[in-house]
Structures are given as structure tokens and as C-alpha cells.
């Protein structure tokens, strides 16, 4: 990674981060003059910006490293997989979903009981070069809800959201300080869980054959260039070991505490 | 009349556009080499000399240009920076003009924004494009903005 940190660069502290990639280059600028490259063939990065951009952690933290791992992890067999992660005593469950099924609000209500949280959004998925299985990574960024959160969680009401790196409205909130959760970085995927909203009350735990599991998980995969054939073919191949775990999809009609609650018992029983 | 369909491109799986249809293809002349270029609107064509078909069959280009018209993009350009980093030269002119020239493999990508006019994009971008691929044959670039021995000490 080559950074040139340019004191005639300015920052725009306002401004959004956008990005466009063709074939194997993506880029990503953050206002008008801060930009960075990432070529995936040969895994190099190459960026320009403000000394004071450079100096500012939370940069580096919470916008770049995630678009960074999320953008080249692939190519490096790290792959992104837009799930939360939790952890029970080294056991890692995972929790996919369409978007807006709950998935960041079930993983807050999780980490209220005896789960660490891993993830509340994206999980980075690589094979442990050690031993025979899977690592899933978080990246310690803070949790994202939705404004209607809220509702569920009293701590929220003393913060506003604001809008997110991907343009929604939402509260980002260290999940330790606010909810005083425990978290974790890593842990080992166990279960896999589909999270289902129903409109009618309970919560079902109904087997998901795992052929299904990597067809959610392929079909909502980003598309990928032709110049990338091994970053196709890594993550196909995490897909299907993550989806070698023990799958089920959740129809809740609860309230996150209450959904959690159910996994909590049906883990302990699974 | 330039040939270019604004409609915004959108894809859920494809947040960053790779695939952004470019269904318009040409051979153009640029200092002694062939260029295929590859777009989505017309108007990018326009400072080229074009080749006549008869001429383009047997030629194989010695660089490939990807140009994308991106509608979703508004704003004005912005002061160029050259970065480089092994054999990828990057141009950046605000989030408006996007471009990346691949030395190795010698193509030229870039993504230039719904604002940008002709006139900025003769005056403005196609220098810098031309700057880039002149770099890319080994030619001195005859632009007046900082190439990368003088912006970034080396390729780390």
C-alpha cells in the first residue's frame, strides 16, 4: 500500500465516500481531492490524502480498513459476507438475511445474553490456516440500527442517527459502551441461521437444506469481473463451507429480545 | 448528435459499476498507436480522428480504453492528481473523473461525470487521458500537471 499524504490535499470532512470500480481497479474518493486505487490482480493500493485525513484514526478504522477488506478480501481469501456474527464460547453463529429482516437488531438483543458480538453486518470468512475450519472476523466498527431501533432499545434514545457510509439513515453506536456487550473479533462459524421476519407471533426453527443456503448466499454475492476467476472461485468455496454448518431459517413474529431468547435455548439444545 | 442513453445504470449486485453496459466500440489514432475504445457515449469520441472501417480490420490495438459516462456523477472536475503505485497510474480529477491507466496491461479506465461537458472534456480530461497512455508508451506527457516521479517519490 503506497499513501501519499499530500499537505496541499485538502479534506472535506462533509463529504461522502464514493466509489467505482472497472475490471480489476476500483477506486475511492473521499471529497474532491482524497482518493485511493485498489488494483486486485496484483493486491496493491495506492491512495492520496490530507495530513490531517492521515492522523484522524477513526479513518483509518471505520471507513477505510472495511472498505479495504471489503473491496480486496477476496482476492486475499477473505470473504466479505453480508451476515452478523456472533460467539458462544468459541462457537461462531451466523446470521443472514435479506435486507431489513432484523439482522443488526437480533445480533444487539443476542448481545445482551450470553453471545459476544463478532459483527453486526458484514463477515469477513477466511479458512484457518492452521487447522481444518473456517475463521469469521468482525472488524470492531460500530453497530448500525435503523431509527426504529429505538423502540427496542431504551439506550438509543439518547443519540440521533445520522447518515451512514452507504447513504441510510441510522444510529452508529459502540456496541460495548452503549449496550455493554461483550465483543469479539474472531470466532469459528457453527450455525448458520436465516433470519425471516412473519407477521405472526412465535419464532420456528425449520432446517434449511444447504444447497438453498449457498444459493442465497451466491445469488446475493457482488458481481464479479472476469478478471478475477480465483476471488470467484475462493468465495465460492467459503460459501460452501460456511453453509456446511447447521442451517435453519427463523420465522420470528417476536420482538428481538424474545427471538434471542429462542436461539439462545435452541443453541444450547442444537 | 452523440449517441449516449442517460438513463441511470443500477444494479443491486453491482454497486460499483463494473458492468455498466458500454455498447459502443471504435478504433481511433492517437499518435502513432491504435486504440480501441470502448464507450458508452458518443461525445467521448469526439477529439479522435477516427479510422475508416476498410483500414481497422487487420489492425490490432496497442491500447484499450474503457471511457463510462456516469450520470449518477454531478459536480464539477477538480484539481488532477497522478498517483502511482507499481504498474497502475492513477488520475484523479474530483469523484467526477475517475481514471486508471494499467501500464502492463496497457488500458486506460475511466468513469467521467454526467456534468462534465464537451468543452471541460476536451480542455480538461482528455489531456489527462492522453497524458496517461502518452506515460504508458514510455513518452514524456505533454500536460502541465505533476507525473508521478514528481508527486510520489517511487513505487514503493
Known sequence: MDVLVDSSTNRDPSAKAHFRGLRHLVFATFGTQEVFAFDLLRRRVVGAISPATASDSSFWNTQLLPIMVGVMGTTVGVVPLHSACLDRDGEGLLIAGLSGAGKSTLSVALAQREFSLVSDDWTYVSKDANKDGLIASGLSVPVKLLPDAVQHFAELKAFTPKESLNGELAFEVDAMKVFRSQVKSISRPHWLIFLERDNRPGCDFIPYDPADARAFYERSAELLPEELPEAAATRSEIIRLVTSSKCFRVRSGELPQRTAEAIDRFCNGA | ?156
Not at chain 2, 8 to 33: A, G, N, Q, W
Not at chain 2, 91 to 109: F, K, S, T, W, Y
Not at chain 2, 116 to 132: A, E, N, R, T, W
Request: aromatic letters at 8%; proline letters at 8%; a negative charge.
Open chain 2, 1 to 156: 448528435m452523440p449517441l449516449y442513453d442517460h438513463t441511470p445504470y443500477s444494479h443491486p449486485l453491482d454497486v460499483l459499476r463494473r458492468f455498466m453496459p458500454s455498447p459502443l466500440k471504435t478504433l481511433i489514432k492517437f499518435e502513432k498507436e491504435i486504440i480501441l475504445v470502448e464507450t458508452n457515449d458518443s461525445s467521448l469520441l469526439l477529439p479522435f480522428g477516427y479510422l475508416d472501417s476498410q483500414t481497422t480490420s487487420a489492425i490490432s490495438p496497442a491500447f484499450h480504453w474503457k471511457l463510462l459516462r456516469d450520470a449518477d456523477v454531478r459536480g464539477k472536475l477538480a484539481r488532477a492528481t497522478i498517483l502511482m503505485a507499481g504498474s497502475l497510474l492513477v488520475a484523479n480529477i474530483g469523484p467526477v473523473c475517475l481514471a486508471g491507466m494499467d501500464l502492463e496491461r496497457q488500458e486506460l479506465l475511466a468513469f467521467i461525470g454526467g456534468e462534465v461537458d464537451p468543452q471541460d472534456y476536451q480542455i480538461y480530461v482528455f489531456p489527462v487521458l492522453s497524458g496517461l497512455t502518452q506515460f504508458a508508451m514510455g513518452k514524456k506527457p505533454a500536460i502541465g500537471i505533476p507525473f508521478p516521479n514528481e508527486v510520489v517519490g517511487a513505487n514503493a
